[in-house]
């Protein structure tokens, strides 16, 4: 090869490989602890596809649901490092990394119905959790919705003596150790992966999540009596790491932030049916039995659960006490 035609042939190969290489899409790794059949695990898929498409291919978003890649605990480590780029932990899983604000959202009672949830969610209060997270490197994208909590054991949950000694499984949340506390019960943290195995074996009697949590981890296959509650809220926020969005190429982050806008109009959107299905199907198992509080049961476990606002303004701060002015509750 003449000298000439050398430099050209390392000229053309250093062209193909140099944009070979601006080719790589770029890989963001959405971890969560939930089934793909759920809102939030229908929600991270409509998001790869939103995200990949209004990218044209330039991202590659690769969903790992149901604790495949990481669990309750590890995850949050994993996107301080870089190993993750986007998690949505439930708001009962932000005090390890220094926000137990979010847990305000995990009161019992504390939204006036779905409606309080959206408003409070959608105002200053949900702007401002989101906010917080700033100070830990962290960019909050958005706010899923889940429904609300059941609980269950192998014996009827209907008053608060009948949870008397009972050890129930939580997520992590303060909140949720005072109000089963208030209630008599032994609450223990477990990573959400553990809990079909501790309550078949015994472990813990009872737990509480919603109808879509319940039905894709077969929870109902080993509670025998479920009570559909509505106690509390199950919320997520949507996390991501603050360097490596920033670090995006402007396009590509306003193109995934738009995906991500549409992702959380359509989870949130589905949150409410995906239970009612799931609800349904739980019932025509036959497996668990289905039981709703009369008002004066409604009424003992609001009574029960009174303590609890004010030892979290203790513990959790002003924003308690700004969560229960909305829904119209006294200290
Ligand atoms: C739990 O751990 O009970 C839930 O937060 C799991 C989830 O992400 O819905």
């Known amino acids: 090869m003449k000298r000439r035609d050398a430099i050209a042939a390392v000229g053309s190969l250093a062209l193909a490989g140099g944009s070979a290489f601006a080719q790589q899409p770029i890989i963001v790794k959405f971890s ?10 229908k929600g991270a898929l409509k998001f790869k596809e939103l995200a990949e498409k209004y990218t044209n291919g330039k991202v590659k978003v690769e969903v790992y649901p149901n604790s495949t890649l990481y669990k309750d605990k590890e995850e949050m480590d994993a996107l301080n490092s870089g190993s993750v780029q986007m998690l949505a932990p439930s708001t009962a899983k932000f005090r390890p990394i ?5 847990e305000a959202m995990d009161l019992p009672y504390i939204f006036n119905g ?11 209060i949900g702007k401002g959790l989101l906010k ?13 919705d889940n429904g609300f ?7 009827p949950l209907l008053m608060p003596a009948d949870f008397q000694g009972i050890k129930v499984r939580i997520s992590g949340s303060k909140i949720a150790d005072l109000y089963f506390r208030a209630l008599g019960a032994l609450p223990q943290i477990l990573a959400f992966s553990e809990v079909y195995q501790a309550l078949q074996t015994g472990v813990v009697d009872g737990c509480e999540n919603t109808p879509s949590n319940y039905y894709t981890q077969k929870f109902f296959e080993v509670q025998k009596h479920i009570t559909n509650s509505q106690h509390a809220h199950l919320q997520y926020a949507v996390i991501t790491n603050t360097k490596w969005w920033n670090g995006l190429p402007a396009d590509i982050r306003n193109q995934l932030a738009k995906a991500m806008e549409e992702a959380t109009e359509y989870s949130n959107g589905i949150a409410k049916e995906e239970n009612v299905d799931a609800l349904a199907k ?3 198992s036959g497996k668990s039995t289905v039981h709703v509080l009369t008002p004066d049961q409604v009424a003992a476990w609001k009574k029960a659960f009174q303590p609890v606002y004010t030892e979290a303004q203790g513990k959790i701060g002003p924003i308690v006490a700004e969560l229960m002015k909305e829904a119209g509750i006294k200290a």
């Open 282 to 284: 739980i019932k025509a």
């Open 32 to 41: 969560h602890v939930v089934t793909n059949d759920t809102p939030k695990g």
């Open 149 to 155: 909590h059941m609980v269950s054991a192998n014996k």
């Open 98 to 102: 220094g926000v137990p604000e979010f």
């Open 114 to 124: 779905q409606e309080g949830y959206e408003k409070t969610v959608k105002g200053p």
């Open 132 to 144: 917080k997270l700033e100070a830990k490197g962290i960019t909050g994208l958005a706010f899923w």
